[in-house]
C-alpha cells in the first residue's frame, strides 16, 4: 500500500528516530537522525516537524531515553519537562504526562519501569498509526467512481493515501488542489503527495474554486482541519470558510476530517490566530510586494457545522 | 487631482506608442515603445498591458499603421485581423470593426481613408478619457464615509482616483485588496495606486474574503470587468464569481465598473479564456512547485447580473 512521507513522519530504527524534515519537502526528502532529548528538542523547536510529527518526536523519545546511568524514573521525569518546554504553548504535557504516570505507578508496585514505558508508547503508536489507517479507508469509500474532488492546504498523507486506496479499488477520481496562500501548502505538498500516489491532480489558485464549481468541475470537496468544537464546527486553514459557502450554493458534499473536539462549545470560542502580515507580503522569506504595505493574514477560518455535510474523526483516545 | 499611471497606460508621441508595462509597475515606470501592429500584438499576448491598456494599444495601432507600402484599406483590415486574434476572451472585433467599417466606408465614397481613421480613432480616445473621468467622479459617489471597501484585481486607475476624490469629500474609507493570484494585480497594483492616492489598504489573500466578511470587516465590494453581457452579466478577473457569491451571503453591495455590452445575450456566452498553467505554476518567470505539476488557470471567471447590486458603466458610444 501506498505510504505518503507525511503520514508517518518520525520513524526509530536500531535506537535512532529518524524525523522527516518537513520544510524541505517535497524538494528533498531528508530524515535527521535524532538520538536523544535534547536533539529531540532541537528538532521540535526549530519547526522541523510540525503538528503530528512533533507528536510523534514527543512519544519516541521516550524510547530513546530508556537506558539512562542513573535512576530511570527520575530521568523518564527530566525527559517529560525537557519535552514539556520545548514549545510551551503546545499541549505536549498531556502525552508526556500519561508516560511519566505509567512510570511512577511501575516504580511505586515494583514493577520494571522500562517494560512499562515500552509497552505504554509502542502501544499508543501503534493505536494512533490504526486509527489513522482506519480512517484512510473511511475517506476512500467516501471516494466514488469518476469523482472530481478539490481539496485546500494539506491533509498530512491521509488524502493521499485514500486516493491510492480508492484507485485500488477501481475508482477512477481526480482531483484539484488549491495553492493555499500564502504558504501554499496545497502547491507544495498536496499536490507532490497526491501525485505520489499516482492520483491525478490539478494546481488551481485560491480564487478559482467557485469558477471550478460553477463549471461543474469538481462534484465533491474533502479538506481537512485544525481544530473540532463540541457542535461540530471547525477551525481549518484560512480559506475553508469560503470553499464551504461555496460548495454549499452548488449542493457539493463538503467532508471534513476532523480532530478530536477540545472543549470548546462553538467556532466562535476559537481564537483564530493573526499571523505576522510578512507572511503574506513575502513570498520564500523574500518581500515581495515592496515597502510600506499592510498585511492582513488570518491564518485560518472557521466553518459552522451547518456546512459540513460529513465529518470523519479520528477515532477517540490517544 | 490625482492621476494614476494605470488610468491611462499607453499614449501616443511622434509615431510611437509608449506602453506602460504593467507587469514592472510599481517598481519601475517603463513604457515600451510599441512602432507597428505586429509589436502591439506582441505586447497584448505577452500581457505586458492589460485591459484598459489593450484597449488603448488596440486604438493607437491603427494610428501607427497608417502609412503602408500597399493599399490602406487591405492593410487596415489586415491590422485589424492581427489584432482580433491576439486574445481570444477579448473583444476587440468590435473596436476594430468599427475602424475597418470607416474605412471601408471612406475608400467607397472616394474619399481620405487615412484622415477618416485619423479622426475617428482620435475622437474615440477623447471620448473616452471624458467618459473615463465622470466615471471616477460617479465611483467617489457610491464611496460612503467610514466605508471599508473590498476590491479584487485592479481596476487601472480609476478606483485610486475615485478614493482620492471621495477623501477629498471628507469621506474616510478603507480598503483591502485580494492578492489576486496568479498575476498579483491586487497586490502589486492595487496596493501601490490606493497608496499614490494617499489611501488606506490592506492586502489580503484571495482565500480571506469570505473570513473578512464573516468577520464584518468590508461593508462594500466595488471591482472592475472585462466584458459585459446584454442581460448585465459580466466577466472579470478569476476570483471575482465567488467573491460575489460571497457578498451576497452577507448581503454586501457588489458593484461593478462595466464596459459597454458586448453584443453577447449572457454570461454564459462568453469564452472564457484558458491562460498557460506555467503563469499559476511559477512565479516572476520560476518554477516554484517542481516539475510534472499540472495547473489549470481559468482567467476569467463570469459573475451573473442577479449578483450584482450596481453597474457604473462607461458611458455609451465609442
Known amino acids: 500500500m501506498f505510504e505518503s512521507p507525511l503520514f508517518w513522519p518520525a520513524y526509530l530504527k536500531k535506537n535512532v528516530l529518524y524525523v522527516l524534515d518537513e520544510t524541505l519537502v517535497p524538494e528533498k526528502l531528508k530524515y535527521i537522525p535524532v538520538k536523544d532529548a535534547r536533539q529531540a528538542v532541537a528538532v521540535i523547536r526549530s519547526m522541523k516537524t510540525r503538528a503530528f510529527g512533533q507528536f510523534l518526536v514527543v512519544l519516541n523519545t521516550f524510547l530513546l531515553e530508556l537506558n539512562p546511568k542513573g535512576d530511570l524514573l527520575k530521568h523518564i521525569k527530566d525527559v517529560a519537562g525537557q519535552l514539556n518546554n520545548s514549545r510551551p504553548t503546545f499541549p505536549f504535557a498531556e502525552v508526556t504526562g500519561i ?37 484512510v479507508q473511511e475517506i476512500a469509500e467516501v471516494i466514488e467512481d469518476q469523482d472530481s474532488i478539490l481539496t485546500h492546504c494539506n491533509v498530512s498523507g491521509e488524502l493521499a493515501m485514500a486516493a491510492a486506496a480508492a484507485q485500488k479499488q477501481g475508482k477512477h477520481v481526480k482531483f484539484f488542489a488549491t495553492e493555499t496562500r500564502p504558504y501554499m501548502q ?6 507532490w503527495e497526491l501525485q505520489q500516489a499516482r492520483a491525478r491532480v490539478t494546481l488551481v489558485a485560491d480564487s478559482a474554486v467557485g469558477s471550478l464549481m460553477a463549471d461543474g468541475l469538481v462534484n465533491k470537496v ?8 463540541a457542535n461540530g464546527d471547525i477551525a481549518n486553514k484560512i480559506g475553508s470558510y469560503q470553499i464551504a459557502v461555496l460548495a454549499r450554493e452548488f449542493d457539493l458534499p463538503l467532508i471534513v476530517l476532523t480532530q478530536p473536539s477540545t472543549g470548546v462549545a462553538s467556532g466562535k470560542d476559537m481564537p483564530i490566530e493573526i499571523r505576522d502580515e510578512n507572511e503574506i507580503l513575502a513570498f520564500k522569506g523574500k518581500k515581495i510586494f515592496g515597502p510600506r504595505r ?12 451547518q456546512l459540513i455535510t460529513k465529518a470523519i474523526a479520528i477515532h477517540a483516545g490517544l
Open 222 to 229: 474533502i479538506i481537512g482541519s485544525d481544530r473540532s468544537a
Open 294 to 305: 499592510l498585511g492582513f493574514y488570518p491564518g485560518f477560518d472557521v466553518v459552522p457545522h
Open 99 to 135: 508516560i511519566t504516570g505509567v512510570a511512577q505507578k511501575a516504580s511505586a508496585n515494583g514493577g520494571d519501569v522500562r517494560a512499562a514505558v515500552l509497552k505504554t508508547v509502542q502501544g499508543f503508536l501503534a493505536g494512533i498509526r490504526a486509527r489513522r489507517l482506519q480512517r
Open 186 to 191: 496545497g502547491a507544495r505538498l498536496t499536490v
